[in-house]
Nanobody, 121 residues
Framework: QVQLVESGGGLVQPGGSLRLSCAASGSIFKINAMGWYRQAPGKQRELVAT???????TYADSVKGRFTISRANAKNTIDLQMNSLQPEDTAVYYCNADVLARGSYRYLEHWGQGTLVTVSS
């Protein structure tokens, strides 16, 4: 059993900042990588940012220079610092983790339930 829980979503004004967190818990042996995806109304889910266990990061072109993904102090927890938010950033943000569960023989993708970020004046 593996669970991902997101937090930190809410309503912010354009130009504002917000920090999201995602904590993975359960029967986890190892996590290869974690990341954030988002899905806006009427659009497909898209990659926002990822981070590997070694600290390598990737970002969507649309958020480079504005968003920063990082490992939190707590084990199996990541943050997404979002700055200079714009209305087009409005979406449900989902946490993703590539997890090797205890007793398993291969990695599987897991998703959180999502947290809503609304950017509006």
């Amino acid at each position: 059993q593996v669970q991902l829980v997101e937090s930190g979503g809410g309503l912010v004004q354009p130009g504002g900042s917000l920090r999201l967190s995602c904590a993975a818990s359960g029967s986890i042996f190892k996590i290869n990588a974690m990341g954030w995806y988002r899905q806006a109304p009427g659009k497909q889910r898209e990659l926002v940012a990822t981070i590997t266990g070694g600290g390598n990061t990737t970002y969507a072109d649309s958020v480079k220079g504005r968003f920063t993904i990082s490992r939190a102090n707590a084990k199996n927890t990541i943050d997404l610092q979002m700055n200079s938010l714009q209305p087009e950033d409005t979406a449900v943000y989902y946490c993703n983790a590539d997890v090797l569960a205890r007793g398993s023989y291969r990695y599987l993708e897991h998703w959180g339930q999502g947290t809503l970020v609304t950017v509006s004046s």
